[in-house]
């Protein structure tokens, strides 16, 4: 069963920095990894997709990484503003089905 | 940029009443979804609906629960008999192509629904 967890849980840093958001998952096979941004009380926003075939995927000063066989992503955010401040989410297509399956989050706060 | 849309955006309702949840999806979009979130918890699947059916559903999706595309713009999901533990944000997303592929999934900004 897809398990897929999300370190740090928060995140509270200065303006400015660089930041790394790790996400991980228990089985290999998976189709693709989406990230999400979520702001508090509304709905998801897709960031990025990387398919299995991909390394990474960049928008803008977002760069996220894949590597399959660890079982690892990591979404890079270069020069962190106070408009980053969210949760961001990844997931995961769970295999052969068709649900994406969560990570609990990380909850990021960028203060100026 | 087209957006998937759902309303109410809150909802209270009381335990036992009919909810009916609403959305529409992206236009040219294939596949629908709901998931919910409760407060605290993770996002998680509830049902997918493809070419007209359920093409699947979890074990929160039990006979209390059914979705309907009624015309080409619509698609709503409906709780019979709401209970406590069915308060949560439900959200509606929409797909071009299936979530295997390279096609992002686009979520609506959710209901909230509080059973009281």
């Known amino acids: 069963k897809q398990e897929v967890t999300q370190i740090p849980a928060a995140l509270s840093v200065p303006e400015g920095e660089n930041l790394v958001l790790n996400c991980s998952f228990t089985?290999?096979?998976?189709?693709?990894l989406q990230w999400f941004r979520q702001d508090p009380g509304k709905g998801l926003t897709s960031l990025l997709l990387i398919q299995s075939s991909q390394r990474e995927q960049t928008s803008g000063r977002l760069n996220a990484s894949l590597d399959k066989s660890s079982g690892r992503s990591t979404l890079y955010i270069a020069a962190s503003q106070p408009g980053d401040s969210a949760t961001y989410l990844c997931a995961v297509p769970s295999y052969n089905t068709d649900k994406l399956i969560f990570g609990t989050g990380t909850r990021l706060q960028v203060f100026p | 940029e087209p957006e998937v849309t759902q309303t109410p955006s809150h909802q209270v309702t009381q335990m036992g009443q009919e909810v009916i949840l609403r959305c529409v999806p992206i236009s040219n979009h294939l596949y629908f979804y709901w998931y919910r979130q409760i407060l605290g918890q993770k996002v998680e699947f509830l049902v997918s609906?493809?070419?007209?059916?359920?093409?699947?559903k979890s074990e929160i999706f039990d006979d209390q629960f059914s979705v309907e595309r009624p015309d080409g713009s619509n698609f709503t999901l409906k709780i019979r008999s709401t209970k406590l533990e069915d308060s949560a944000m439900y959200f509606c997303?929409?797909?071009?192509?299936?979530?295997?592929?390279?096609?992002?999934?686009?979520f609506g900004n959710g209901t909230r629904l509080t059973v009281t």
């Open positions: 997303a929409s797909s071009l192509r299936a979530v295997g592929s390279d096609s992002p999934l686009h």
């Open positions: 609906f493809y070419n007209n059916e359920i093409s699947e």
């Open positions: 089985d290999s096979a998976i189709y693709n």
